[in-house]
Antibody, heavy 119, light 112 residues
Framework: EVQLVESGGGLVQPGGSLRLSCAASGFTFSNYWMSWVRQAPGKGLEWVANIKEDGREKYYVDSVKGRFTISRDNANSSLYLQMNSLRAEDTAVYYC????????????WGQGTLVTVAS | DVVMTQSPLSLPVTLGQPASISCRSSQSLVYRDGNTYLNWFQQRPGQSPRRLIYKVSNRDSGVPDRFSGSGSGTDFTLKISRVEAEDVGVYYCMQGTHWPLTFGGGTKVEIK
């Protein structure tokens, strides 16, 4: 059974940093693009970042470029999102997804982790 | 960025009746490989999103056949042939052709 379990969310002050983790199991992690998608409270979905199977290609939405870094550890089947210089508008539930946006294989999503940026 | 526009915003439906959601993109979603990466997601209340349809019209595993997707270029439609109570939630179209990947604003399906 495929499982994606996010962790690392919490309350952080504006300008602060947070590192999200996603532990994957039930599939060969190194064979899939992975992504982070977020959803602000009561709002729609926003695709934040993608990373290729080997970690050599990464894509970011403009609003997080230069502040967020997506990475992966294939040996430990883990996905990460390092978030620096956090802003109030980064407040959201962050989902880890086994999906590149153009995947034809089954798309799997975690349950999400809430990040709240406030003073 | 590609803007995805969904309509309607809200869709009250009688159980057993059909429902249709429209999605339009601000530019063609045909990728250089000839594929059109238009997906549909369902988000039930309190749950994570779940992909229903990929590449316009392909149902994901386990998705009931009452869900169908169609369209081409810039105009796409998700249809539910007979709405059931478990279909309540918000539906999003999403394009995977152009970076940044973008979602429509969502359509809330509720039972009348």
């Amino acid at each position: 059974e495929v499982q994606l379990v996010e962790s690392g969310g919490g309350l952080v002050q504006p300008g602060g940093s947070l590192r999200l983790s996603c532990a994957a199991s039930g599939f060969t992690f190194s064979n899939y693009w992975m992504s982070w998608v977020r959803q602000a409270p009561g709002k729609g979905l926003e695709w934040v970042a993608n990373i290729k199977e080997d970690g050599r290609e990464k894509y970011y939405v403009d609003s997080v470029k230069g502040r967020f870094t997506i990475s992966r550890d294939n040996a430990n089947s883990s996905l990460y999102l390092q978030m620096n210089s956090l802003r109030a508008e980064d407040t959201a539930v962050y989902y880890c997804a086994r999906d590149s946006g153009s995947a034809v294989t089954t798309s799997y999503w975690g349950q999400g982790t809430l990040v709240t940026v406030a003073s | 960025d590609v803007v995805m526009t969904q309509s309607p915003l809200s869709l009250p439906v009688t159980l057993g009746q059909p429902a249709s959601i429209s999605c339009r993109s601000s530019q063609s979603l045909v990728y250089r490989d000839g594929n059109t990466y238009l997906n549909w997601f369902q988000q039930r209340p309190g749950q994570s999103p779940r992909r229903l349809i990929y590449k316009v019209s392909n149902r994901d595993s386990g998705v009931p056949d009452r869900f169908s997707g169609s369209g081409s270029g810039t105009d796409f439609t998700l249809k539910i042939s007979r709405v059931e109570a478990e279909d309540v939630g918000v539906y999003y179209c999403m394009q995977g052709t152009h970076w940044p990947l973008t979602f429509g604003g969502g359509t809330k399906v509720e039972i009348k």
